[in-house]
């Protein structure tokens, strides 16, 4: 039946063609389950639909078989009653219904046939539903970990290139620089406080001289 075609024709290797044409992934596999939902939904309508013929036939067959015995116990009371036309008109009724069972019969073993094989298609695609929302989940898994893994790449192709790390590199260089600047500014600071102490050892100089002077004078006054 066409209700089942796309059982037939979801292999894995069409799932895999459409997957490699598809531009997400995910979304075409969610998809794919969608679909498979609903063609259960109409396979499991067309089962209900088959199995309500088979009980049809099924109790049409038992309805007539069972005016068969009747009419034949029938037939026989009105033979006991000497009532021969009457047990011939039931015997003539009871083939009719021989015929109605004979022919129900037959309709409900091709019913049960075609419902017994709808079932077990039925059955089929939710297995293989089962497995396709199995393996959606895997690869979903594993969908995930690729674009994490080409997040990951760019950031470390940027920190490779004169993103993040050149700029790194170039506050070094700056830093660098910035200390070389310190030193040489300490070096002058060094050299103007070297020159005062110079110049204050200069001036104390002077002081001892007065000092020696003073006390000549001293000495030289003392000596009157």
């Not at 997957?19 to 063609?39: C, I, S, T, Y």
């Not at 409900?108 to 017994?116: L, R, S, T």
């Not at 002081?207 to 020696?212: F, K, S, T, Y």
Request: aromatic share 4%; no cysteine; net charge negative.
């Amino acid at each position: 039946m066409g209700i089942f075609k796309r059982l037939r024709d979801l292999t894995v290797a069409s799932i895999n063609d459409m997957l490699d044409r598809a531009e997400d992934p995910v979304k075409m596999l969610n998809q794919f389950l969608r679909d498979m939902e609903q063609d259960i939904l109409e396979a499991e309508a067309a089962v209900a639909k088959q199995i309500a013929v088979e009980k049809k036939f099924k109790l049409q067959y038992e309805e007539a078989g069972e005016m068969v015995q009747k009419r034949e116990a029938q037939a026989l009371k009105a033979l006991e009653q000497g009532n021969e036309d009457l047990a011939r008109r039931a015997l003539q009724d009871k083939k009719e219904h021989q015929t109605r069972y004979d022919e129900m019969l037959r309709q409900y073993g091709i019913a049960k046939e075609n419902a017994d094989k709808l079932r077990s298609q039925l059955s089929e695609m939710k297995d293989e539903f089962g497995k396709m929302k199995n393996k959606r989940d895997l690869l979903v898994a594993r969908a995930e970990a690729a674009k994490a893994q080409k997040t990951i790449n760019r950031a470390m192709s940027g920190l490779n290139s004169n993103g993040a790390a050149g700029g790194f590199d170039r506050m070094s260089e700056r830093v660098l620089q910035m200390e070389a600047e310190a030193q040489a500014s300490g070096d002058m600071a060094s050299s103007s406080r070297s020159l005062d102490k110079e110049l204050a050892s200069l001036g104390d100089a002077g002081i001892e001289d007065e000092l020696a002077a003073l006390k000549a004078k001293l000495a030289n006054k003392n000596g009157e």
